[in-house]
């Protein structure tokens, strides 16, 4: 089946600064990467996602890219601010398989 | 629409007792999946369901089941609990399998202590 490798599983940055968080995939079949955000005590929200047809989706200050050959994705998040602290998970889906795996989660912390 | 809601949210049992959780998916969501949290393993699949049938199941043991209404709610068991149980189950509803790049969105959770 699929297994997501995500790092780092802590990252800490300076209000401001980016933050940048990779995710691996071994199904080459994999064609949907969504990432969630789950702040503490919180139900994980869906921030920005990318199927396997695009290269890179930005949404403001969030963007992810994709790498099929590579068999990674990357979620990019610039002009860091003190709500962006949270966990976040990165995870995969085959078409057609029916279930979602998801990366450890990254806990990460802007600092202000 | 309402979002995704789960009862109940904390449970508190004892070891050997037998639990039943309970998802409501978003209003025409056919799809809903299920996965444990915990701190140590993140978030791991446990099972989906469409259309009343579940669709795969990811690696637990027997004891952990589940099922679908015509409705789309969906319950999950857990029988003959154990310490190890403890964790946060989530919910998450689709409109179609999440295979499909469908986007899921998560309920609450229900917060299950097993002493």
């Known amino acids: 089946g699929e297994n997501v490798e995500q790092h780092p599983s802590t990252l800490s940055v300076q209000e401001g600064d980016s933050a940048v968080i990779k995710c691996t995939y071994s199904?080459?079949?994999?064609?949907?990467f969504p990432w969630y955000k789950q702040e503490l005590g919180k139900r994980p929200q869906l921030i920005i996602d990318i199927r396997s047809n695009v290269g890179e989706k930005k949404d403001q200050r969030i963007a992810v890219t994709l790498n099929k050959t590579a068999k990674h994705f990357s979620l990019h998040i610039t002009e860091t601010q003190p709500e962006d602290s949270a966990v976040y998970f990165c995870?995969?889906?085959?078409?057609?398989?029916?279930?979602?795996?998801f990366g450890a989660g990254t806990r990460l912390t802007v600092k202000p | 629409k309402a979002g995704v809601t789960q009862t109940p949210r904390y449970l508190i049992k004892t070891r050997g007792q037998q639990v039943t959780l309970s998802c409501s998916p978003i209003?025409?969501?056919?799809?809903v999946s299920w996965y444990q949290q915990t701190p140590g393993q993140g978030l791991q699949f446990l099972f989906e369901y469409f259309s009343e049938t579940q669709r795969n199941k990811g690696n637990f043991p027997g004891r952990f089941s589940g099922r679908q209404f015509s409705n789309s709610r969906s319950e999950m068991n857990v029988s003959t609990l154990e310490l190890g149980d403890s964790a946060l189950y989530l919910c998450?509803?689709?409109?179609?399998?999440?295979?499909?790049?469908?986007?899921?969105?998560f309920g609450p959770g229900t917060r299950l202590l097993v002493l």
């Open positions: 995870a995969a889906s085959i078409h057609g398989n029916n279930d979602m795996r």
């Open positions: 209003s025409g969501h056919r799809s």
């Open positions: 998450a509803s689709s409109l179609a399998p999440s295979g499909g790049g469908e986007t899921q969105y």
């Open positions: 199904d080459s079949a994999s064609n949907y």
